[in-house]
């Protein structure tokens, strides 16, 4: 209001000054007498269009300067996690912010196709989101051995890394949400002549939930597991962030 009010008014003193014969006094002395005739009456509804103006514009730059700021935040968070040593990452163990699994869907104990583990990774992720975010390194056994992602290679259409980024992509949106795959990073490592999946997990803005048919579940990264809560848990868990 304190600036559009003057700023009519200056457009205006400029295109009908000659006209309306407002140009013999000042500008200055123009927008003095002016100025009080802002809080009259019938000058009420122009203020408040004035005020919804600069409420839309102040709204506008708050979004973007929300989002410039989880942007920054986005990547301070990955230079961090990638800066780390991943051979002493994985010697370090598993923990709050680190798991480990040998495959998408390769079955080890089995021999085969075990669709049934990509819900365990996508539970695995819905934990690190609705936690503090974390890394997910795929092909890893639990004892830190490396195994690598051979034999989840040769399930995919796509053989190679990026058919297995496909993969983990595809978990993601059936299982957890479209919504939240920009929370989810895919680095390769090679280690011992190996593959290695990072997959590197923000912490989401709002609670994530794994998609079990009709049922919608909540995860959480507690200690170096993963654990189901309940609805009242939940619901305490989702307060208290």
């Known amino acids: 209001m304190l600036i ?7 457009v205006y003193w400029f295109e009908f000054g000659h006209e309306l014969g407002i140009k013999d006094e000042s500008l200055w002395s123009f927008l003095l007498s002016r100025f009080e005739s802002t809080f009259v009456l019938e000058m009420v509804p ?6 919804l103006i600069g409420g839309g514009i102040g709204l506008a730059f708050a979004i973007y300067h929300l989002a410039l700021v989880r942007q920054q ?29 040998s495959s998408v869907r ?3 104990r089995q021999g085969k196709i075990n669709k049934a583990l990509e819900a365990v990774i996508a539970k695995t992720l819905v934990g690190f989101m609705n936690h503090r975010g974390g890394s997910l390194l795929i092909g890893v056994a639990d004892d830190g051995k490396v195994v690598g ?8 259409k796509s053989k190679g890394r990026d058919g297995f980024e496909l993969c983990i992509t595809d ?10 795959c ?14 290695v999946c990072r997959v590197i997990v923000e912490s989401a803005v709002a609670p994530v939930y794994l998609q079990d048919g ?12 993963t654990r189901e809560l309940d609805a009242r848990e939940a619901m305490a868990h989702v307060t208290r962030q």
């Open 149 to 156: 992602l051979e034999h989840d290679y040769k399930t995919l």
């Open 106 to 108: 390769w079955d080890f």
């Open 214 to 225: 009709n049922t919608s579940r909540y995860f959480l990264r507690t200690g170096n597991g």
């Open 182 to 195: 920009s929370f989810i990073h895919c680095v390769f490592y090679e280690i011992e002549a190996k593959d």
């Open 73 to 101: 935040r986005m990547v301070h968070y990955l230079e961090k996690e990638l800066a780390e040593d991943l051979p002493a990452l994985i010697k370090g163990g598993e923990g709050e912010h680190l798991e480990f699994k």
């Open 4 to 10: 559009l009010h003057p700023v009519t008014k200056i």
């Open 46 to 51: 122009m203020s408040l269009i004035f005020a």
């Open 171 to 180: 978990i993601v949106t059936s299982r957890i949400g479209a919504d939240v």
